[in-house]
């Protein structure tokens, strides 16, 4: 079976620009395309630290934006623009309430006109490409359906579906039904999202696959399936130690102190149980000072006696 096309998914705290650079260093071209966190407006200006984490020459990699209003979608493209990006992804699918109170996120499938303005101004950026990522609804997984009439018309590259609504946040059923059914009512291109871990469970209609947390867990997912096999167990964990490794430097030479330092590295270790095991991941989640987490991860090869 030939590999998909695979894209690395946008996860707020994880995928920043170190996390981007060392999985492209290490995994080189197994990732077609990164995306980026979202880009926000905050304070009546593009934030800053977003746009400083979306640096325009990135190789393979798209800023998202997340907008509830007009205003902010073409404050955000210009900022991007002007700052040299030629791709833009859309985000309409963030489920967190503090976003969907200000009519962003998945709640923009419930705005018709925002939707039908957000066409026009793509279309006045013709130098840009423009995608959009999705969910199925926000309360339920049937109101993508009048969304479709805008979207179907807008200049997109592509469309990611993460085949859930905002109601299930990052749990429950992946709704294969609604994504087929999704995929044949647009024109472009459409991209499955949504729990995938293995190329097999792409569902019929699939332009690629974009993969968030299994790719957090095990960063060599894209070049095993690239090359066709599985890697053995002793390379996988090496490689994820090298990823977090660079990680860890870029995050130590720019967060204030051990605390938030701590704070920015436990979590993705969540992700890594798996791979990891149970008793590593535990040790790492149990430690509260940098020391002993550094300890923790090093210690990770020899508990697994690999
Ligand atoms: C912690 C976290 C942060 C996320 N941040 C974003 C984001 O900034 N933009 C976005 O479109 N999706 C975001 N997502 C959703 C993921 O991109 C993806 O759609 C979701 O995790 C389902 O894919 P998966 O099962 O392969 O992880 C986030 C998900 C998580 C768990």
Known sequence: MTAPIIFAAPLQGY????WRAAH?????????????????????????RDLRDAPAG??????????????????LVHALSGAGHTRIDLNCGCPHPPQLHKGRGAAVLLRP???????????????ITFSLKMRTGVTCGTEWRPAMREIERMRLSHVTVHARYAVQQYRGLVDVAAFEAIASALPHPVFFNGDVTAPQELPAGAAGVMIG???????????????????????????????????????????????????????????CED?????????????RTIEAYR????????????
């Open 15 to 18: 995928t920043d620009a170190a």
């Open 24 to 48: 492209r260093d290490i995994f080189g071209e197994a990732v077609a395309q990164y995306f980026t966190p979202f880009v926000r407006v905050e304070g009546g200006v593009p934030r800053p």
């Open 58 to 75: 990135e190789p393979r990699t798209t800023p998202q934006i997340i907008f509830g209003s007009p205003g902010e979608m073409r404050m």
């Open 113 to 127: 006109d925002l939707l039908r303005e957000a066409a026009e101004i793509i279309n006045d950026y013709p130098a």
């Open 213 to 271: 947390r299994a790719l957090l867990g095990r960063p060599s997912l894209a070049a095993e399936w690239c090359g066709g096999e599985e890697w053995p167990a002793a390379r996988r964990i090496e490689a994820l130690l090298q990823l977090h490794a660079r990680v860890y430097e870029a995050r130590a030479a720019r967060l204030c102190g051990p605390a938030q330092l701590l704070a920015a590295m436990q979590p993705f270790w969540h992700f």
């Open 275 to 287: 791979g990891i095991g149970h008793r590593n991941a535990k040790a790492i989640r149990k430690t």
């Open 295 to 306: 300890k923790a991860v090093a210690e990770i090869t020899k508990n697994l006696e690999l």
